[in-house]
């Protein structure tokens, strides 16, 4: 199998602020440890060969030395692999796994805003076993999915107003894959993707990896950008737009009504086709989010995307799609190509948990509401320095450091088994080095053991990063 080759300026962009000054650490073990977490972050993909030495040299503006020194490090850690005239690949240790957003094997995780199973789902399952049984006399392949489910997941986007039939429905294997099948659908190699600046990183990665390319609308410091999200199309003429208007992932911020009759209305105007990622949707604290975006203007071409990951729980790896009837059909025409559907005892699973979610959801809620609360209480008395405003809803912190310092942070935090989500991984080109997520999902003595474990490393990285700020509330 043939290398991918990085580019060097590529690198320099994900690489993006890792030089400690000053520092006692030696330059080439500072580069060793940033393109380690490039890695294990799963930025830098399995197999792909960097740049020759003296090309990364001029890149950085480092000398071959230095440059040799890090590589051999990480030559010697196996996480580069190199052959005289082939320059370094990337690989994996014998005994690390292969990189993901979530490391269920690391000691303390907080690159992963997700929670654990709760009863419900053992109920669920109880239920799936049992309902299952008449349909074990059919051969299980469906590519829309369980006319039952998709009735169930229909009448809820009804009762959000937004009328709904069960033929304007399809289930997939989660979010991200049902993106990855309208991307399939609507995209080719070179198409632009319009995108909020920062977002969700595997809808980035869904984007290159269907060879098309991202373009970021920056968030402002509340809101969205209306006027330069409407610019943005007008200047770039992408094929879609890819949105999270119910407590976006990473910055917890919640679209406004006449927000989203304004991006619809954008929408319709323009012809451009919105892809509307609904995750986190019943993961509010205070109030409900408004009607779907899809619900302020007809006309618009808004195909809306929903999960059970967040909601219920990961491990039950279903998503779907709602759209035009027209455009379900055609999806499923597309989907030939990848798969014959979703798995069936999990789609029954998932309609008991959608029929029976008014009696475990308010609770779901409370304790991440409780979970938000303590978190806050941590990061202001241990992490003074650090500027974060509290989300209306979703699973984590979008939290600003006072200098661009979150890959230097991660990195050191790496080496004692602490995955952080640094604020690059969720921008373009290396953006968001002065961010971290950091996620509040965690069980409130587990998020506090690994904080008290990250505060030293901070306060020795924080000696000369002068504060700009106190958190926000």
Not at 112 to 133: D, F, S, W
Not at 327 to 356: C, F, K, M, V, Y
Request: glycine share 6%.
């Amino acid at each position: 199998m043939s290398s991918r080759r990085f580019g060097s300026q590529s690198l320099v962009r994900l690489l993006g602020h890792w030089q400690q000054t000053p520092s006692r650490t030696p330059l080439w073990r500072q580069l060793a440890d940033a393109v380690r977490l490039l890695i294990l972050d799963g930025r830098l993909a399995l197999d792909t060969r960097l740049p020759g030495e003296r090309e990364l040299a001029s890149a950085l503006d480092l000398s071959r030395t230095t440059i040799s020194t890090a590589l051999a490090h990480l030559r010697e850690e196996g996480y580069l692999e190199s052959r005289h005239g082939s320059g370094s690949r990337v690989i994996l240790p014998d005994a690390r796994a292969v990189p993901t957003l979530s490391a269920a094997s690391a000691a303390l995780d907080l690159s992963t805003a997700a929670l654990n199973a709760g009863p419900e789902i053992h109920q669920a399952y109880t239920h799936a076993l049992t309902a299952i049984t008449p349909h074990l006399s059919l051969t299980g392949y469906d590519q829309l999915g369980l006319i039952a489910l998709r009735e169930a997941i229909a009448a809820r986007y009804t009762a959000r107003e937004l009328p709904t039939r069960a033929d304007e429905v399809m289930v997939v294997n989660g979010a991200v894959s049902g993106f990855a099948l309208v991307l399939r659908m609507m995209t080719g190699p070179g198409d632009r993707v319009v995108v909020d600046h920062p977002t969700y990183p595997l809808a980035i990665a869904a984007i290159q990896g269907a060879l098309c390319r991202p373009v970021g609308v920056a968030l402002p410091e509340t809101g969205w950008d209306t006027d330069g999200f409407a610019a943005t199309l007008a200047q770039t003429a992408p094929r879609l737009a890819y949105l999270m208007p119910d407590f976006h992932n990473p910055t917890g911020r919640c679209m406004e009504s006449e927000t989203r009759k304004t991006i619809a209305d954008i929408a319709a105007q323009t012809r451009t086709t919105l892809v509307v990622d609904e995750t986190m949707v019943d993961l509010w604290f205070d109030s409900p989010p408004p009607p779907p975006l899809a619900s302020f203007n007809p006309e618009a071409s808004i195909i809306t995307l929903g999960s059970a990951g967040k909601s219920f729980w990961g491990g039950l790896r279903l998503g779907w799609i709602r759209a035009s009837s027209r455009t379900i059909a055609t999806l499923a025409q597309t989907r030939d190509t990848l798969d014959l559907g979703s798995p069936l005892l999990e789609q029954l699973a998932t309609r008991w948990l959608i029929e029976n979610s008014h009696d475990f959801l308010p609770a779901r809620r409370n304790m991440l509401s409780e979970r938000r609360h303590r978190c806050s209480k941590l990061l202001h008395e241990h992490f003074p320095e650090w500027a974060f405003r509290e989300p209306e809803g979703g699973l984590s912190f979008w939290v600003e450091l006072p200098g661009m310092v979150a890959t230097q942070l991660a990195a050191r935090a790496e080496t004692l088994g602490i995955n952080l989500g640094t604020g690059t991984r969720f921008g373009l080109s290396g953006a968001f080095d002065r961010y971290l997520r950091m996620p509040f999902s965690l069980e409130p003595d587990e998020l506090e053991s690994a904080l008290m474990r990250i505060k030293p490393l901070w306060a020795a990285l924080n000696k000369n990063t002068p504060a700009v700020k106190k958190s926000l509330v």
